[in-house]
């Protein structure tokens, strides 16, 4: 990467360099086990002119999000965290039958579902083919695109202005910052809403959450630079929200420039608390690689010494995240002979690099391991619950993030 993809400044410093990877969801079918797969370099840059973390588009969301493995409906949390947004959107703006609600990446429908059961007119906007076809079977009119000016002119036009756009956990994931920004801009009324979650990257790095670090998210903000970012679409953000989802992330509430008025008393808190870290110049990301550094090798030490000494160690979950983590620490069957996901499209497959089989959740409570490393860490809560019945014959958890930490569970 030589330029700085906002700001086109050349004036880069290296934040973290992870390696070659394979994309984090191209999941593998047994016969493509024989066939070479495909690895490229994830090297986390920041940008020391308008402090955008991103790295480079070596992949396109085409790539990645035309068909895609995750399904927002299997998290029982994230579908309760959806249904809170929909009760206070509707509150806050005061929707009703008569206000259209569009989202943008709206998976397969999680969301939506909820704006329809209000009789609130919505509609989907998302890439890919496979959960854009659930979503419609769950009964949420669904647009099968990527957006960006074109495509939110054309939705404009064709249903009206929205009252509220929603881009949760899309913001990250597209190269094209300026041209998806313009196509919010295009699809909100000119006196609506645009409230956009994302990881916040203040936690990411106090929180050592590196393995939210892979090719199909293409940068990573701070209110700061979230702010830089939507202003070039003609959006002023007004408002934030610090949120617990995915580790650590923050609504941000924006509108068109010419109603949009002061920001929030809690939004300048967060630029000082941004500012505080050193996240505004360089200072702020110097010793983040250390603290990666400490998490793989407590990792690999903790599984290569179980093996050793015959305990033994599966996998929950197989989010992207997670398999960052395990390409990153050299993660490989031996030492993790499989992981169990809830989604049933993952079942049969093997996580990409480091070809670990994906196994339905039930195979846990036939093996009883020694202890089930927790993937998707950021339900802990959730997950914590469901795993209970580990401790019937006093197996542990484990969380990898921000440092190994082992628990014990009671049913």
Known sequence: MNTCRLCGSVHLAGVVDLGATPPCERFLTEAQLADPEPAYPLHLVVCTECWLAQIPPLITPEDTFTEYAYFSSYSASWVEHAGTFVDEAVSRLGLDDSSFVVEVASNDGYLLRQVVERRIRCLGVEPSVNVGEAARAAGV??????????????????????????????????????????????????????????????????????????????????????????????????????????????RLWARPDAVAGEPSRRMIEVLDAEKAAGLHELSGYTEFAERVKKVRLELTKFLVDAALEGRTVVGYGAPGKGNTLLNHCGVRPDVLPYTVDRNPYKHGRFTPGTRIPILPPERIEADRPDYVLVLPWNLRAELTAQLSFVGDWGGKLLFPIPHLEIVEVKS
């Open 141 to 250: 009119p669904t647009k099968t695109a990527f957006l960006g000016r074109e495509t939110g002119r054309e939705v404009r036009e064709e249903h009206g202005p929205a009252d509220l756009v929603v881009a949760n956990n899309v913001y990250a994931h597209i190269p094209d910052i300026a041209g998806f920004t313009h196509g919010l801009r295009a699809l909100v009324a000119d006196d609506g809403w645009v409230s956009i979650e994302v990881q916040h990257l203040l936690t990411l790095i106090q929180e050592n959450q590196y393995d939210t670090i892979y090719h199909e998210h293409f940068q990573y903000y701070t209110v700061q630079s979230a702010r830089r970012a939507l202003a070039g679409g003609g959006l002023s953000v007004v408002d934030v929200e610090l949120l617990p989802t995915h580790g650590g992330s923050v």
